[in-house]
């Protein structure tokens, strides 16, 4: 029932305990996931994961802390492995600038050539956006995005924000930053977003809810992420699911 829009079941986090972390995503109502590559390794591993189970689909991108090697030969190695089956969505991608990896000028570039790969290829993107609010919402406009629409990943504004970007057409997808006590923000957004343009996800290995906030995540506890979602809209958990899933399956095209 549930979609885990965002997580990296291809992390080093989960060598070797894939499979457990799959049965235990079932247990919890995951019935479906993508998997987000956002380099060469986690790219190779991303598409493995979906060729080995139903249930599981690939994201693939340039993560923007990776931009300085953001490269010709990179963009048609991208072209060519995003034409393969289930791949869903191109990224993530954005800007980062808590990480100074890149520099701001190599970030723009590879989001823009990224963008236009995207726009080409008609699939939607998934958007990393790290204390860069503005450039990315400039950067998008100016793109025209709305041609092809795609994910604020991980949305952690307000909901001024939560506006302007789904005026340029993006879902909204909130994890499991929704749970923590010093978000208040976000949970305004759970209560407002339009339901059909909202999105769940775990970012697994990253930003576990509570009651796991610290500890490893892992796509099994997105249910908490709709557990409070339904619980900051006053409808039920089972509602949340059904209207999630059908987002993602629209926004992704798959048909089934």
Do not use: C
Not at 32 to 56: E, H, N, P
Not at 92 to 106: N, V
Not at 140 to 154: A, Q, V
Request: glycine share 6%; hydrophobic share 40%.
């Amino acid at each position: 029932m549930l979609f885990d829009t965002h997580t990296h079941l291809n992390a080093d986090q989960f060598e070797g305990e894939e499979a457990e972390a799959v049965e235990r995503a079932k247990a919890h109502d995951v019935t479906r996931m993508a998997v987000v590559g956002f380099d060469q390794k986690t790219i190779k591993k991303s598409l493995a994961l979906s060729r080995d189970y139903d249930g599981i689909y690939s994201i693939i991108g340039w993560h923007p802390t990776e931009s300085y090697a953001y490269t010709d030969q990179v963009e048609e190695k991208l072209m060519e492995l995003l034409q393969q089956p289930k791949i869903v969505a191109m990224g993530e991608m954005g800007l980062d600038y808590h990480w100074p990896d890149s520099t701001k000028e190599e970030q723009f570039t590879a989001f823009r050539r990224q963008i236009r790969v995207a726009k080409e290829l008609k699939l939607p993107i998934t958007i990393h956006n790290r204390e860069a609010t503005e450039d990315v919402y400039q950067i998008l406009k100016e793109e025209h995005i709305e041609d092809i629409g795609g994910i604020m990943h991980s949305f952690g504004e307000d909901t001024y924000w939560m506006e302007r970007f789904l005026d340029l057409g993006m879902h909204i997808s909130l994890s499991g930053v929704v749970t923590f006590k010093n978000a208040p923000e976000v949970r305004e957004v759970a209560k407002a977003v339009p339901f059909d343009k909202l999105l769940i996800e775990t970012d697994a290995p990253y930003l576990a809810p509570v009651p796991y906030r610290g500890k490893r995540n892992e796509p099994a506890y997105v249910k908490y992420v709709a557990e409070e979602v339904a619980k900051q809209r006053g409808i039920s958990y089972e509602e949340v699911g059904q209207q999630t899933t059908a987002n993602a399956l629209r926004l992704f095209g798959i048909h089934q």
